[in-house]
Structure formats: C-alpha cells, structure tokens
C-alpha cells in the first residue's frame, strides 16, 4: 500500500478517515467492495479494499484493523484480483 493513503471506515471519500500512512505499508486485504469512483489521474477505479493496515513508519509502530483504501492505493495487478471474495 502506498505512503499517505488514508484508510476509512468505508468505502466512500465521505467516510470518516481512521488514519492516514505515513509510508508505504503491509495490506492484508480480506476481501473488496465497490463504491465511491475516483481517478487521481494514473488510476481509476470503483473498487475498495478492506483489511488490515501495518504502517511501521508511524512511531510507535500502528496497525489499523477492518479499515478500507483506495484501489488505486494498493498494489494489485487487477482491481478486483481474481479469487478475491467481496465484502
């Protein structure tokens, strides 16, 4: 996951934001969600992540549990990948 993604409760960009990473950190994605679209200008997409979030660059060290990011936030080859169960 990338630096300075913020992590919501949602699947929304009006969800409440939970936190934001400092750098860039482990994603352990349980599953996606479609929701708010977004185009940052290099990626677009519908999709949603949820998960938990290790950001060891926040001191101390964070972990971020049932939080949701921007599929344009996560390093997938796809958005949703294959095999991956929705939320």
């Known amino acids: 996951m990338d630096g300075g993604s913020n992590l919501r409760s949602g699947p929304h960009l009006n969800s409440h934001v939970l936190?934001?990473?400092?750098g860039k950190s482990s994603f352990a994605v349980d599953c996606y969600k479609?929701?708010?679209?977004?185009n940052d200008g290099k990626h677009h997409t519908n999709v949603w992540?949820?998960?938990v979030v290790i950001?060891?660059?926040?001191?101390?060290?964070?972990a971020y549990y049932g939080v949701y990011s921007w599929g344009g936030n996560v390093n997938t080859p796809h958005d949703p990948p294959a095999g991956l169960s929705k939320c």
């Open 55 to 62: 950001d060891t660059h926040d001191h101390p060290e964070h």
């Open 19 to 22: 936190g934001t990473t400092k």
């Open 49 to 51: 992540y949820r998960g």
């Open 34 to 38: 479609r929701g708010d679209y977004y």
